[in-house]
């Protein structure tokens, strides 16, 4: 029994599925939209390309960083790398964590996945 009365019309923050589509129903067609992102290339790829595009342009035009719209893309583009080198270098921490967890745990284990990277 729920000691809140309402827990079946209400959610609490949190308590519900993580799992939510970016697009509402009512945004552009939502069958594309799940096709595009599932088939082409998700949200994110698609914006790194277009911001990609965009510090291409910059850079054979050095003058459009002086659009504010063009240095606004840039300075985000330089946000998103700077945080996919923090989580790459967090990954080679977590890495190298596991790595020498499997080592304390299992030496034999740790061997022969050592040995099967340095065949690749």
């Known amino acids: ?3 809140f009365p309402f827990s079946a019309i209400f959610r609490a923050p949190l308590s519900g ?4 589509e970016i697009a509402p129903d009512f945004a552009g067609v939502p069958a594309i939209e799940r096709r595009v992102t ?9 914006l790194g390309t277009i911001l990609d595009a965009v510090a291409a ?6 003058g459009l960083a002086a659009d504010p719209r063009i240095a606004r893309a840039l300075a985000l583009r330089a946000k998103v790398e ?6 790459t270098a967090r990954l ?3 890495a190298q964590q596991m790595l020498d967890s499997l080592h304390r745990a299992d030496p034999a284990a740790h061997a ?6 340095a065949r690749r």
Do not use: C, F, H, T
């Open 82 to 87: 700077a945080v996919k080198a923090e989580e």
């Open 112 to 117: 022969a996945l050592i040995a099967a990277e």
């Open 38 to 46: 599932a088939e082409v290339a998700s949200y994110g790829s698609q």
């Open 17 to 20: 599925d993580v799992a939510q």
């Open 92 to 94: 080679g921490d977590r």
């Open 1 to 3: 029994m729920n000691v």
């Open 57 to 62: 342009m910059a850079e054979r035009d050095p």
